[in-house]
C-alpha cells in the first residue's frame, strides 16, 4: 500500500508514543519463561505470558466527518524492542471485521504497524472503536503478543444545530398576568457531545409582533423561559407572536428558530353594579323560604368568565343567619333566600346591605403597570318586611322531669306544664294530654297541671329504663289554632312490690332416673331493682311435701340454685314445694313440677303417654265394654223367652227344641255352624243371618230415632224381667273378658243408653222388637 499525503493533524496525535500510560510487559517467543500463575481461560483465550518485549498502548483520535482522502492514516503500532526479527501485526474486532462497521480500519501491510481509516465517520452514531491486535513471527507465523486493545476515539465536531420539539407553540395568557411571571419554557436538543461547546445552547428573542411600549415579552438567556415585562391590555393587543432563537457555541455556532402564538385572555376590565340600588321583599314569619329575591346585575366583560360571573355577598344585617344568597349560573343574578325562620315580634323588619364583586379581581394595564382600582365591589340595599302570624304556644322548658315513687295513690300532683303565646298576653291557651299510654294521668286544661289517675307501676311494659313519658299539646286561640308540645318524663323510683318468681324454664324440669345425682338449676327473677331483689334466699317447703328427705338444696349463686334428688323416686311427677325471698325478705312460695324417667340413651327421657290420657281413655272404654256384654245378655235372654218357652234350663246351657233354631253359635270370626246350645264360654251373640227375617221387616227409620226408640224399649223389657232373678240359674251374666263370665243381681241393674248401641247391630235389634 503507497503511502499517503500527511494528515493535517499533527503526526504525535496519530503515531503511538511512548508516554506515561499503563504498559504491558511482554517477553519474546524466543525466550518465553512460564509464569507460575499462569492459567488457562478458555476458549478463544490463550495462556497469559511474560515478554521482555516493551509496547505502547494508548488512545487513537479520528475526527468525525473527515471529508478525505482515504484511506487515511489513523496511527502505528510498533516494537520498542530492538531486534532484526520480521514481525507481523494482525487487528480485528469492530470497526475492522465486526459492527457496527465492517471494514472501517485496516493495517497497511501487516509489518509497519501502520493503521488507515477509510471513510468519514459519525460520532453521534459510534463515539468510539476498541480493536484488537496480535504480533506474530513473519518466519514462523506463531503468535508471540496477544489479545491487546487500543482504543480509536471519534473527536466531536459541531455538526448538529439545537433543535426544538416543534416549529410553532400556542400559549395562552390571562390579561392580568402578572409582570416578571414565566409565560413559557422553551428547550431544545443539541446531538453533539454533551458537556462541550458543541451542545452549549443559548437562546434570544428574534422579534416581537405586535410591539408595544407597554406590553413585551423577555426571554432568559440560558434557560430558555420566556417572561412577560410590563402588563397585557387585551383590547390593545389580543395576541402576540414571537421567534425564539438556539444557538450552540460551537465553531462554528449553529442555531435554529421557532414560533410562539401569545393569546391574551380578558381580564376583568368591567365592575359588576346592581340593576338598581334600592329593594324591598315581604316574608311571612316563623317559615322557611326559597328565591324570595333576585337581584341583577350587569358586567360588561364577556359572558360565562370569571371576569364575568358575580359573586354576591350579605355584608350587613344578616349577623343571625336568617338569610343566605346564591348566584345563579345562568342569569349571573343574586338569589336571596330565607334559611332561618323570622320573628315578626323580634324584629318587624330587617334591613340588608348586599355587596356583589366578579370572581376574578377587577384589573387595569395604564402605562405598561397594572393599576389597582380603588372600591371595587357594588353594593345595594335590600329591604325585608317581616308580616305577622299565628304563632304556636311556646313551653318553658320545653321537657322536665319529674321523680315519684311508684304505686303512688291516685290523685298526686306530679307537676304543671307552662306554656305562652308568642303573639301577646291576651292569647288563650289550652292544654291536652297528647301521650299517656297506660292512662296513668290526666292534665288539667287551664293550669296545664298533672294528676295521677290510677296507680302506677314501674314493671309496666311502657316503662323504660324507670322512665315513663307524658306528652302534652298547648293549643291557642287563633285562627288557624297553633300548637305546641311539651315532654314530661317520670321517673318511677322502685318499691319492694314484686316477690321473687321462678323462671318458666325452672317450673317444670325433668330428670332420668338413672342419674339422681345430677342437680338441677333452678333460677329466679324479680321485677324490683336493687336492693329489693337479688341475692335470692332459697328454701324448701318442709311443711308442705318433701316427705322422706326426697329433695334436697344444693350451691345458691344469688338468682340459681341447685336442686339435688337425694334418694330414688318411682317415675312420674312429682312436686317440690319452694320459698323465694329476696333481699329484704318480701318471699313467695312456688312449686317446681319434676317428672322422673327413663332414659335409654341415658340423657333424654323417653316420650311416654301421659298417665292422665291414659286413664281418661279407660274410663270411657270400660263403661263402653260393660254396657255392651250386657245388652248382649238381655238380648239372649229375650231371644231365649220369646222362642224357647218351656225350654229346660240346666245351668248355663239352653236347650233348643225342635223345628226351632233361633241362636247361631260362631266359631271363627266372620263364619256361623249350628250349635244345640250355647254356653257361658260362647262368645256374646251377634245379629242373625238374614235368612227368616224378611229385608221388608227392617225398620228404616233415622238412625237417631231408631236408637232412642231402641234404649226406650229394652229398658221396659229388662224392667219385666226383674222376676228372673228369683232363679238362681237364670241370672243374667256380665262378660268382662272373652270366655268368662260374672253373675249380675237383676237385669234391671244393666243400664242401656242410645249412645252404647253398636250402629251395627241396631237394625236387627230393632226388627227383633
Known sequence: MSSRAPHPLPLLTLLLLLLPLPQVNLISSSQQEHDPREQTKGDGHRPLRRFKRRWVVTTLELEEEDSGPFPKLVGELFDSAPDNRSLVYLISGPGVDEYPEVGLFSIEDHENGRIFVHRAVDRETTPSFMIHFDVASRATGKIMDSSFIFNIRIRDVNDHAPRFPAEEFNVSVRESHAAGRPVFQMSTVDLDQENTPNSQVLYSLVSQTPVLKESGFKIDRNSGEIRLAGCLDYEAAPRFTLLVRARDCGDPPLSSTATVHVSVQ???NHRPTFAQKDYEVRVPEGQVHRDVLRLQVRDGDAPFTSAWRAEFNISSGNEEGHFDIVTDPETNEGILSVVKALDYEAH????????????????????GKPQRLGLVAASATVTVQVTDTNDPPAFHPTSFVVSEVEGARPGTQLGSFKATDPDGPGSGVRYQLAHDPASWVAVDERSGAVVTRRQMDRE???VNDSFYVIVAHAVDDGRPPQTG????SLFLSDVNDNAPTLLPRSQYLEVCESSRAAPLLLEAEDGDLDPYADPFTFELDSASGNAGGAWRLGES????VELVMQKSLPRGDHLVPLSIRDRQGLAQQQTVHVRVCSCPDGATCAAEASRAGLGLLLGVLIPLCAVFLALAVALFFLLRRGSLSGAKRHGCAVLHGEGQQTLITYNDESRALSAPAVGCGAPPPGPPATQGYPAASVPTQPLERRTGAMAEMLHERLRGLGTLAEEPGSLPHVYTEEGECERAETLSSLAVSEQT??????????AEA
Not at 308540645?485 to 314530661?488: A, D, N, P, R
Not at 349463686?557 to 340459681?560: T, V, Y
Not at 248401641?757 to 230393632?766: C, F, Q
Request: glycine share 12%; proline share 11%.
Open 266 to 268: 380578558e381580564g376583568n
Open 348 to 367: 318587624p323588619s330587617r334591613s340588608l346591605i348586599v355587596v356583589v364583586e366578579n370572581e376574578e379581581p377587577l384589573f387595569s394595564c395604564q402605562g
Open 460 to 462: 309496666s311494659p311502657y
Open 485 to 488: 308540645t311539651g315532654t314530661l
Open 557 to 560: 349463686r344469688g338468682r340459681s
Open 757 to 766: 248401641l253398636p250402629p251395627g247391630r241396631l237394625d236387627w235389634l230393632l
